[in-house]
């Protein structure tokens, strides 16, 4: 038996009576948003509007490529919680060292590469020390957030002076589509070919299902949970560059409360908080739901409160379906 050979199988594709389920899964997402675009097009005359459909791809977008992170450690059995302090981190560390002088490109490679780091620092902590992924990524949650307050001082950066083609990034156009949008579907297609395909990819999924039998089959789990987690704190760092760009500025107080979304659009979308099972698709497909209720809800006037609460009773419910299917699963076989 080798590497590439795993006695289990635990294909994302799989066809058992639980991939057919989940599969099902992604289809009722479809459906539900297909029925929620129907119901506002009569409740609301902005809701088809051009405008809107812009900006709610706009702001799924950005997420949704922190989200395609956030699935990959479910899969592998891990979970962040630092992505929004993440995010943040990167808006302010590359903000201020452009401030000071430094090439935007430059600076925002860099700022990247810092968050590679602290990826490769949490995996470590919790490979090699035994660190639980919610713990560590906790205190790093602090960590980053608290980076961000000593960096700006708690004051915004403005960026009047970014270059053209720096501000492309995050508000220009091609073919009539924002940039931004552009690379989040790059992102996407490139991750869902690899999940599904690459061999290297499909280990996290042998990892997230068994970690023992994954490592009796010569797979170096370890590595492949750092790996993981170094992507995953990577394209929060993308995320935030492009943030960045599209703002024109760097607020210490960004992305406050964002890891709840962007592990709702995963776990909502097939992620298991048990491991081993998702598609990026799917958690595409969560966080655009999780858009357009968003939508509705402002443009029906519905207080903030009450839209936190909706939220929390949907990242509650798609827990709990969670629990339910993967229980049905281990009954089954």
């Known amino acids: 038996m080798t590497a590439n050979t795993p006695s289990f ?61 956030m699935t990959m450690l479910l899969i592998v059995g891990g979970i962040d919680l ?15 060292m452009f401030v000071l002088g430094m090439n935007p ?5 860099t700022s990247i590469g810092i968050c590679s780091l602290i990826g490769l620092i949490m995996g470590n902590c919790v490979t090699r020390i035994g660190m639980h992924h919610f713990i560590v990524t906790l205190a790093f949650m602090g960590i980053a957030r608290g980076g961000s307050m000593v960096i700006t001082q708690g004051t915004p950066i403005s960026l009047f002076s970014l270059p053209p083609e720096f501000k492309f990034v995050g508000q220009g156009t091609l073919w009539g589509v924002p940039f931004s949008i552009l690379i989040f579907f790059v992102v996407v297609i490139i991750a869902d070919y690899l999940l599904r395909n690459a061999t290297a990819f499909r280990k996290i999924f042998y990892t997230g299902s068994n970690e023992r039998a994954a490592e009796f089959s010569g797979i170096r789990t370890k590595r492949i949970k750092i790996g993981v987690t170094v992507l995953s704190s990577t394209l929060c760092g993308l995320a ?53 209720v968003s939508s509705s809800l402002i443009l029906l006037n519905v207080s903030v409160y009450w839209q936190d609460l909706i939220k929390g009773l949907i990242l509650l419910a798609a827990v709990a379906i969670d629990h339910i299917l993967h229980n049905r699963s281990v009954q089954q076989g």
């Not at 297909?34 to 051009?50: D, G, K, N, Q, R």
């Not at 490109?105 to 490679?109: G, H, P, Q, V």
């Open 240 to 292: 935030g560059i492009i943030y960045m760009s599209k703002f024109g500025a760097a607020t210490p107080n960004f992305g406050v409360g964002l890891e709840l979304n962007i592990i709702a659009a995963a776990v909502i979308g097939g992620a298991s908080l048990k491991g081993g099972e998702g598609t990026v698709f799917g958690a595409i497909l969560g966080i655009a739901l999780l858009s357009v």
């Open 82 to 96: 630092s992505v929004g302090a993440v995010m943040c981190l990167a808006m302010v560390m590359a903000a201020k």
């Open 105 to 109: 490109w430059l600076a925002s490679l």
């Open 9 to 69: 199988s635990p294909d994302p594709a799989n066809r058992s009576l639980f991939g057919n389920i989940r599969k099902m899964r992604e289809l009722t997402l479809i459906l539900i948003i297909v029925s929620l675009f129907i119901v506002m097009s009569f409740a609301s005359p902005y809701f088809l509007t051009w405008a809107n459909m812009k900006a709610m791809l706009l702001s799924f977008s950005t997420e949704g490529i922190v989200v395609v992170g």
